[in-house]
């Protein structure tokens, strides 16, 4: 909910921390059902859009074993893991108020997460939703949805190296055609 103007999860604003007054209103930027209750469906459907699940790099089969990981490559995307889908993220967002195309922070950031997994090989169909105008191009970085973000997802950061990332991809593309897979 809006508490005082700011985005923040209603379950853990203590009354306590608002001695003079508070004021809480529905979570800003999405349709409101009724009271302080929203319509999340447009963020669940770019949450779809982003394919937020490990799409295989190669096939195995159950008694083929684990897919095994390192420390070091479970460290690369951990961070992003951590979203807890309260759309916080999107209430702060100004870009997402403007432009309600916008895909918007936690659905990068969680396509970041499974596009930075040693297991997954589905960055190439992540990317025609995310490197687009309505995607990675869209954000000014204003890095709200960073700020107030309660499990430090930092989804303003994963959008900035999804930029480089697609910036690198469009360089390869055009300069060095050869080096595509
Ligand atoms: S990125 Fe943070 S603010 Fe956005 S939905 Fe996930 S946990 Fe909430």
């Known amino acids: ?10 379950c853990k604003s203590f009354l306590r921390d608002y001695p003079d007054k508070i004021r809480i209103e529905p979570l800003a ?27 295989p790099k190669e096939k195995k089969s159950v008694s083929d074993g684990q897919h095994k990981q390192s420390p070091a490559q479970l460290k690369a995307f951990k961070q992003y893991t951590l979203c807890i889908n309260c759309t916080l993220c999107y209430a702060a967002c100004p870009q997402y108020g403007l432009v309600p195309d916008f895909i918007g922070p936690a659905a990068m950031a969680l396509a970041h997460r499974y596009n930075l997994d040693s297991r997954d090989g589905g960055r190439d169909q992540r990317q025609e939703v995310v490197a687009t105008d309505e995607g990675v191009w869209e954000c000014s970085f204003v890095g709200a949805c960073s700020e107030v973000c309660p499990k430090q997802v930092d989804p303003a950061g ?7 990332a697609s910036t690198v991809d469009w ?3 055009h300069l060095m055609p050869w080096s595509k897979p």
């Open 171 to 173: 360089y390869k593309e």
């Open 1 to 10: 909910m809006m508490v005082n103007g700011e985005p923040a999860l209603s």
């Open 158 to 164: 994963a959008i900035q190296q999804m930029k480089i």
């Open 29 to 55: 930027h999405f349709p409101i059902v009724r009271d302080l209750v929203v319509q999340l469906d447009d963020f669940m459907e770019k949450l779809n859009r982003v394919k937020p699940y490990i799409i």
